[in-house]
């Protein structure tokens, strides 16, 4: 480990954080990396996971492992860096055009229900392994979360003011989450609806639960 | 570790597993030592920790931790037992003697985040280690659950059949469970309300919402 590995280990992570959305051979592996870091993850938890049992997983040597990732905490980085901010450029993408305030939150529901069925091994990993992350690696990720969460606050206070309704923005937006986060300890494909169904149910619950909430209607 | 020994651990299983409930010096006790496994098990996630943590932290000898519990897997069946057993315990005394289906939907959902917010590192142990535990001890813990799910099962399908409502009922009551259950990661005391009025809130979400699907209202 001289200084030639360092400098090429730096460009490695100029590489990766530079901000080119052009990369797709790169990001097509580093895709099929986390997809099985993410698997690892959810079979044996964060913690019990060891970089040779994602070496072994994933077909990439111990070292190239080490070389591209550097560590298990830059792995578990890049699936919620990964993972949100494709949530986030969907939805925004989704919501593009559509102005009325309830399809827009049913908008976000089905977006965010869609992306969970898909990825229920991911959304597990991201449930549990939530507070894992410290320093830089933890603030960037929140700070998409942040965003990701605000958006929902902002489709919920636009549905308040359009229709005059009464509720607690922050306690509708973190009961929504709850609803469609807990899916992932509960859905089973051969016995439950698909999302769109499951994101039409949900969103009944609750946009008739909120608008019930009408000024001059309790 | 002879014969002697041997026969005072067996006379302590049968001790623990006898269903008397007026143990009570024991039963204090032991509550102490489940709620000290809890804090380990919530700081340090159920893999992480030693039974020289839990040592540690409760104060009690190592040799008498495994003396009294054999493992951390039967701590950790213990804490999940005394839990939902509580919570089932308390409903069905606060469910006693009341007929309205909303009102008995109602002291579910308190009586759910009344016992979650008053014991949040025991929800966020049983949250996360949910599958961790293996055969007998796994089965009974299930058991309970079933029970509890059962019952909210039933208090929503009579709310349904009084108010000829059109929902499925399992995707409801796992909603309900999201709502409720994913408080343990966003609640903070000096922001949020407390049990009490979240119940109120998210009540009015989850009820109006269920009961905006009134048959002839779609």
Known sequence: MGSPSTARRMSARQRHSA????????????????????DVFCKKG???????DLSRESGMSLAGLY???????????????HTFGTIVERLKVRLEGVDDPEARVRIFILNHLEYFLANQAAMKVLSHEDEVLKNG????????????????????DEL????S????????????????????????PRVDADAESIAQEMGDIFLRGVMASAKGKR
Chains 1, 2 share one sequence.
């Open 19 to 38: 901000s080119s959305p052009r990369e797709t051979r790169y990001d097509r592996r580093l895709a099929e990396i986390l997809a099985h870091a993410t």
């Open 46 to 52: 964060y913690e019990g996971a060891s970089m040779r």
């Open 67 to 81: 070389y591209y990732f550097e560590s298990k905490e830059r792995l578990l980085y890049l699936i919620q860096k």
């Open 137 to 156: 690696f933890g603030a960037e990720v929140a700070a998409i979360k942040r965003e990701y969460y605000r958006i929902c606050v902002g489709l919920l």
């Open 160 to 163: 308040k003011r359009d229709r």
């Open 165 to 188: 309704l009464q509720f607690t923005t922050r306690l509708a937006v973190l009961s929504l989450f709850g609803m469609m986060n807990w899916i992932y300890t509960w859905h089973k």
